[in-house]
């Protein structure tokens, strides 16, 4: 009885090493009064490898990235109508949740439209053509 008991553990010991080597990161996008800035584009980066992830924020302003490799990342974050969002040095430790609350600020309006060209007539005062 005891031998099988070791053979079941020796075998399950591989799997619960296996899962060390992945991590969550989570977390929050809210605005400067609190409320939750939905549908805003967060992107981690892991440093080492260029590993790039993408989600949205949901209904609730909340994210999360599931089973990503361990490593350090970085978060950036992206909404209309406020400033890029960014934090590094974010470390994902295995079997664990990282929370990253992003905190956006109002940012200014920087698209400018710009017409060139002058009218054209659409009647010539010099002929009766149209």
Same mark, same amino acid.
Request: net charge negative.
């Given at each position: 009885?005891?031998?099988?008991?070791?053979? @079941?553990?020796?075998?399950? &010991?591989?799997?619960?090493? /296996? &899962? *060390?080597?992945?991590? %969550?990161?989570?977390?929050?996008?809210?605005?400067? %009064?609190? #409320? #939750?800035?939905?549908? #805003?584009?967060?992107?981690? @980066?892991?440093?080492?490898?260029?590993?790039?992830?993408? !989600?949205?924020?949901? +209904?609730? *302003?909340?994210?999360?990235?599931?089973?990503?490799?361990? *490593?350090?990342? !970085?978060?950036?974050? %992206?909404?209309? *109508?406020? =400033?890029?969002? +960014?934090? &590094?040095?974010? =470390?994902?430790?295995?079997? &664990?949740?990282?929370?990253?609350? @992003?905190?956006? +600020? $109002?940012?200014?309006?920087?698209?400018?439209?710009? $017409?060139?060209?002058? /009218?054209?007539?659409?009647?010539?005062?010099?002929?009766? +053509? @149209?």
């Amino acid at each position: 009885m005891i031998v099988l008991l070791v053979l @079941v553990l020796v075998a399950l &010991q591989p799997a619960a090493f /296996a &899962q *060390g080597d992945r991590a %969550t990161i989570a977390g929050l996008a809210v605005d400067s %009064t609190g #409320a #939750a800035v939905v549908g #805003a584009s967060i992107r981690i @980066v892991n440093v080492d490898t260029n590993l790039t992830l993408d !989600t949205v924020t949901n +209904e609730s *302003g909340n994210y999360r990235f599931v089973a990503v490799p361990v *490593g350090s990342y !970085t978060l950036n974050a %992206t909404s209309p *109508g406020f =400033q890029t969002y +960014e934090r &590094q040095n974010i =470390q994902a430790n295995g079997n &664990q949740t990282t929370v990253v609350e @992003v905190a956006f +600020e $109002v940012g200014a309006i920087t698209e400018t439209v710009t $017409v060139t060209g002058a /009218a054209v007539p659409l009647i010539s005062p010099e002929s009766s +053509e @149209v």
